[in-house]
């Protein structure tokens, strides 16, 4: 994506954010997608959709205001901190189902892990800011589905891999 669209999403995202009523106009393009807000370098928010749920630049409109106001880890962003925020959008490509864990490439790819009735899903970047290896991403997104770390070499685990166009205002 060229970085001047790469822009437009990222003030689209802060205006949304800053502004309840702000609507973009609508875009041709369909991604899934995350919008994570860091506050000093920790996380503060992150929301997405694994497959597009409506035109681009509206999704990136409403995945930012849930991810500043809806993510239910954190209090509601109060409009004193939107400043000291940094803006990051990962893009993503179709999640395509893999025969087990040993093709998931951390760092590269994205995944997904469904078992025993439970989903949970880790961004490509996840690898490189924890440091984590596969087995500790695995076990990981385990616990995040709610299950032991362990369960992702059950019998039954299904996992989807994506890849992800990352960028943020800190980059731009």
């Not at 901190?81 to 490439?105: D, K, M, W, Y």
Request: net charge negative.
């Amino acid at each position: 994506m060229e970085e001047e669209r790469k822009r437009a999403l990222l003030d689209i995202a802060r205006r949304a954010i800053a502004d309840q009523d702000y609507r973009p106009e609508p875009s041709d393009e369909r991604f899934g997608a995350f919008v994570t807000l860091r506050k000093g370098g920790s996380l503060r928010g992150c929301i997405g959709v694994l497959y597009p749920i409506a035109d681009l630049s509206g999704e990136i409109a409403s995945l930012a205001r849930d991810a500043a106001f809806e993510d239910p880890r954190f209090p509601p962003l109060r409009p004193d901190e939107l400043p000291l925020c940094s803006i990051e959008i990962s893009l993503l490509t179709e999640p395509e189902e893999i025969a087990g864990p040993e093709e998931f490439i951390p760092g590269r790819d994205g995944i997904i892990l469904t078992c025993h009735g439970r989903r949970a899903v880790f961004l490509p970047q996840v690898a490189d800011e924890t440091g984590w290896g596969r087995e500790e991403m695995l076990s990981a997104l385990s616990e995040k589905a709610g299950l032991r770390s362990n369960a992702w070499k059950e019998g039954g685990a299904r996992f989807q891999t994506f890849r992800a166009e990352v960028f943020s205002e800190d980059d731009l």
